[in-house]
Nanobody, 115 residues
Framework: QVQLVESGGGLVQAGGSLRLSCTAS????????MGWFRQTPGKEREFVAG???????NYAESAKGRFTVSRDSAKIAVYLQMSSLKPEDTAVYYC?????????WGQGTPVTVSS
């Protein structure tokens, strides 16, 4: 069974940085997508950034230029380096993985950006 464990969330001031980490266990796919989503109360979960099966990064418009997603295939881990954080980035961030589409989710790690 696939399990995802996130870490790195917390409280940061606007303009600051945080690095989220996620490691997966029980993954049997050789190629997979792995990335990050976020959700705030009353809103749908939204895509933030991810790594495609071919290893290419992709970003939501809100993340471009500020966030960097990376992957360590040997550790089956994905990271999200977030810089120039804004209060609107406040959310619970979820790691996700799947063979073709995202299908497994972590428990989430909260990120709070104070103004």
């Amino acid at each position: 069974q696939v399990q995802l464990v996130e870490s790195g969330g917390g409280l940061v001031q606007a303009g600051g940085s945080l690095r989220l980490s996620c490691t997966a266990s029980g993954l049997i796919y050789k190629y997979y997508v792995m990335g990050w989503f976020r959700q705030t109360p009353g809103k749908e979960r939204e895509f933030v950034a991810g790594i495609s099966r071919s290893g290419s990064p992709n970003y939501a418009e809100s993340a471009k230029g500020r966030f960097t997603v990376s992957r360590d295939s040997a550790k089956i881990a994905v990271y999200l380096q977030m810089s120039s954080l804004k209060p609107e980035d406040t959310a619970v961030y979820y790691c996700a993985v799947g063979q073709y589409a995202y299908s497994r989710w972590g428990q989430g790690t909260p990120v709070t950006v104070s103004s």
